[in-house]
């Protein structure tokens, strides 16, 4: 398995994404409005892969959907464990550890939609990891993730001020691929990097792995996202795509 980066940043992760506007305002609604557009999602079964602290996964439970999440991380898979179980609702939510480059533990054919939540740029080998999405998902089925939108944050890239004090995103070399770490940085890519792709990189992988596309978003900043990190008023705080594999 690829070595979890996420195991050392836990606790911390959890604490930082809980205040973070660009995730819980901006990001993970635009991925579950994409997400709603499927249809009922009761009595469906659905993966959430790469899950994380199990954000989404619990959301898609509370629309009564069936969820497994996966993730490489046994600390964050912890996490999620105890949040599922912590309140007044038992989520049906099953956890794996596994790595979305091969999911041996996922059958084939198992499920009616897959998630990926901000974690493709995690993850080394895409084209392994579409396979994988490929693989599990049943005929006709959905999949849905978000990334860091490849224009806004890419090697060399940084936030700079304007004259007018105002603060906007400069681009740095948009073709080149591969890890890269931003330095010291606030945030998560500060802690554990990026595998930075372009666009066509990303859609063109989708559609090998025989992952039809059906809509792309690129969500607007919200009034507490721009107070906080005021550059994104000029920026798309993510890129959200939804595919289907062919019937």
């Given amino acids: 398995m690829t070595t979890a980066h996420y195991d050392a940043i836990a606790e911390w992760y959890d604490e930082f994404v809980r205040t973070q506007p660009i995730l819980y ?6 991925l579950l409005r994409m997400v709603d557009e499927t249809g009922d999602l009761r009595d469906r079964d659905l993966c ?4 994380g602290q199990g954000a989404i996964a619990r959301q898609l439970a509370q629309r009564g959907a069936r969820v497994v999440g996966v993730d490489i991380s046994e600390r964050l898979l912890a996490i999620a464990k105890l949040q599922a179980d912590s309140g007044d609702v038992l989520y049906p939510i099953t956890y794996r550890y596994d790595d979305a480059q091969a999911a041996t533990t996922l ?3 198992s499920f009616d939609g897959v998630t990926c939540n901000m974690a493709l740029m995690d993850i080394p080998d895409l084209d392994a990891a579409m396979r994988t999405v490929a693989r599990i998902l049943r005929p ?3 999949f849905v993730c978000s990334i860091t939108h490849p224009y806004v944050q890419m090697p060399a890239s940084q936030w700079t001020a304007r004259a007018d004090g105002s603060t906007t995103r400069t681009a740095g070399d948009y073709f080149a691929e591969g890890f890269w770490h931003p330095g010291k940085t606030p945030g998560v890519r500060g802690r554990v990097g990026a595998h930075h792709r372009t666009l066509a990189t990303y859609l063109n992988t989708f559609v090998r792995a025989g992952l039809v596309l059906e809509a792309v978003a690129e969500p607007q900043a919200t009034d507490a996202l721009i107070a906080q990190l005021p550059g ?3 920026v798309p705080g993510a890129f959200i795509a939804r595919c289907r594999k062919r019937s």
């Fill in 25 to 30: 305002d901006v990001i993970n609604p635009a």
């Fill in 48 to 51: 959430d892969l790469a899950c």
């Fill in 107 to 109: 059958g084939d054919a």
């Fill in 140 to 142: 006709g089925g959905w």
């Fill in 232 to 234: 994104y008023q000029w």
